[in-house]
């Protein structure tokens, strides 16, 4: 059904909803029964990860995960998700790398109430956690890219609509996840993950077919790998079918008995890519026989606006050098002449519900009413005319939320981690503001530099996506003079620049507090001794580990605990540190 979003776009594209209310009230009579002891702890997680409620550490409340495919939001549901914040004890929401945003320390008793309010204006948190397909994310400059041969956002969305709800879905061995890229920098990360397709234009029959590059079994986590080709080229008329075909010899084939080895990039790993391909494939033309003519059409839009809005107020000044630096930053001109995307810069990925009203009020006063999440968990307005960039920037700077840098160095990606995973083992939340103001106030001459990115994650599973990072650090704990102190394992010179993709090398292990001054001594080697135009990664290459590893040696070590004792607790905490992890709830 479409849900009414007054003062919103009237696209196709936007607003339409993912919500099934009725699903709801089953909800709340499962909260009952389990209060009652009527049904077990265990059937309970799992029904409550399929609608997208995991929990935290922290014990009696809970993280409402809200999905949001392919990024997409209204101004309707930017309000919303603010009230919705505002009734969480943080007042925060937090946009993640998968595009979703969360909520946490959310009262159990209280999570169908939210999850009525989300429902109506069509969001949803079902099927965001659990032993499903999760989320399906786009990158973010999806058809505003100059460089992309079609948008392929429309086709996400309907991979994302068919698997929702779907039957396939609902007993995965473990989670899986899609993402979809249209532009030649691959913006939607489709090597690490599950399925990755990337938009494609062949010419068959002497017309333009429009098409996809599909990979399969790529993933991070303690075990990270590469996506591999399904094939080079599947037709946009194929799309569903081949995804179905991929999904069905997941279930079929991944490992139920050992969850650790349960993503399909241990399948491929096992059978080998030949093997897979060769059983998906097969799978797909027995799908074509069996479900001929129903599977859904995809329908295909295109985002298109009305003439730009003619300045009517002076750009950001060149003299004022804060906005002239947002500009040059946060302001990406789209293919469409005298549109921009402005890229909102959140720090951590955390929105206030005052930030998220006023993104919704820019949305609807100068463009459509829509916004997107990105991977990077930042929020990108889009469709924003060139000369109205200084009121926008005016609002922004009113709210707090007009910091330059997205994308860029200073701009720390950061999961959640012990602050309230239960996987977590140290807080990347504190490392990762750290640095941010580092940089800030002593590496300010590498601050926008677009070619380095620095990811941190709690544990070695990898939500913050470290591995992919020119920088990327995950936490663990070692014991130094017989104490234990939190630490982070330093990786260097990963990309995913078509050609030479790669994941981060593995350098040093430093304690926790002394994280920001190992980071700073490798920034300013680069600093000193790259080349021009040279990037992170074949810096890395060029200057070797052992130099390296040389520069992080002075970090890598403690003294006792009775000389400097604040180098033995986490980040954000005064209590002495200990190892505890829960039971992670993300393949339950």
Excluded at 169 to 178: D, S
Excluded at 452 to 463: A, E, F, L, T, Y
Excluded at 500 to 529: C, H, I, N, S, W
Aim: hydrophobic letters at 35%; one cysteine or more.
């Amino acid at each position: 059904m479409d849900v009414e979003t007054k003062g919103d776009t009237p696209d196709q594209s936007y607003g339409r909803s993912w919500a099934a209310p009725g699903e709801i009230d089953t909800f709340d009579q499962f909260v009952e029964d389990f209060h009652a002891g009527r049904i077990n702890p265990d059937d309970f997680k799992r029904f409550r990860l399929q609608h997208g409620i995991y929990g935290q550490r922290q014990h009696e409340v809970q993280m409402v995960r809200v999905k949001i495919p392919w990024g997409g939001l209204t101004a309707s549901q930017l309000d919303r998700l603010a009230d919705v914040a505002e009734r969480t004890p943080r007042r925060t929401g937090h946009v993640t790398t998968r595009q979703n945003v969360q909520f946490h320390f959310v009262p159990l008793a209280d999570v169908p109430d939210l999850m009525r309010s989300l429902a109506e204006v069509g969001l949803t948190t079902r099927e965001a956690c659990g032993n499903t397909v999760r989320n399906v994310t786009v990158g973010h400059c999806a058809g505003v890219c100059p460089n992309e041969p079609f948008d392929p956002t429309p086709y996400a969305a309907a991979v994302a609509r068919f698997l929702l709800r779907n039957p396939m879905n609902q007993n995965l061995p473990r989670k899986f996840k899609i993402a979809f890229s249209g532009c030649q920098e691959d913006s939607g990360l489709t090597p690490i993950h599950d399925l990755g397709a990337r938009a494609a234009i062949e010419t068959v029959d002497g017309r333009q077919v429009r098409g996809f590059e599909i990979l399969i079994g790529g993933g991070l986590g303690p075990a990270p790998q590469l996506a591999q080709v399904l094939e080079p080229f599947t037709p946009a008329d194929d799309l569903l079918p081949t995804v179905a075909a991929i999904v069905r010899v997941f279930d079929r084939h991944g490992n139920r008995d050992n969850r650790n080895l349960a993503r399909l990039k241990f399948v491929v790993k096992k059978l080998g890519i030949d093997n897979v391909r060769a059983l998906i494939l097969r799978e797909r033309e027995a799908l074509r026989l069996t479900m001929a003519g129903r599977f859904p059409p995809i329908e295909v839009w295109e985002e298109r606006r009305s003439a730009p809005l003619q300045p009517n107020r002076s750009l950001p000044l060149a003299g004022d050098l804060r906005s002239a630096r947002w500009r040059a930053t946060n302001v990406v001109p789209q293919k469409q002449l005298g549109w921009a995307s402005v890229n909102v810069r959140l720090i951590r990925g955390d929105v206030t519900a005052g930030q998220l009203r006023a993104i919704a009020r820019i949305a609807r006063d100068f463009g459509e009413g829509t916004v997107r999440a990105t991977n990077q968990q930042n929020l990108i307005l889009r469709w924003m005319p060139l000369g109205a960039l200084s009121e926008i920037y005016a609002i922004l700077v009113r709210e707090d939320r007009a910091e330059p840098g997205a994308e860029r160095l200073v701009d720390v990606t950061s999961c959640p981690g012990a602050d309230t995973c239960q996987l977590g083992i140290t807080s990347s939340r504190g490392p990762a503001l750290e640095l941010g103001q580092m940089i800030e106030r002593e590496l300010g001459d590498l601050a926008d530099d677009a070619g380095v990115r620095i990811k941190i994650s709690g544990c070695p599973n990898s939500c913050g996506q470290h591995h992919v990072a020119g920088i990327g650090l995950y936490g663990g704990a070692r014991k130094f003079h017989d104490e234990q102190a939190p630490t982070y394992q330093l990786l260097l010179g990963a990309t995913l620049a078509p050609g030479r993709t790669r994941f981060g090398k593995p350098m040093a292990r430093v304690p926790a507090r002394q994280g920001p001054d190992a980071v700073k001594a490798l920034l300013e080697l680069y600093r000193v001794e790259r080349k021009p135009e040279e990037t992170f990664d074949v810096f890395v290459d060029r200057t070797g580990p052992e130099r390296l590893r040389s520069v992080l040696a002075p970090w890598t070590e403690l003294p006792p605990s009775s000389e400097t004792p604040e180098k033995y607790l986490d980040w954000g905490s005064d209590e002495k540190f200990k190892l505890e992890t829960g039971t992670g709830e993300c393949a339950a």
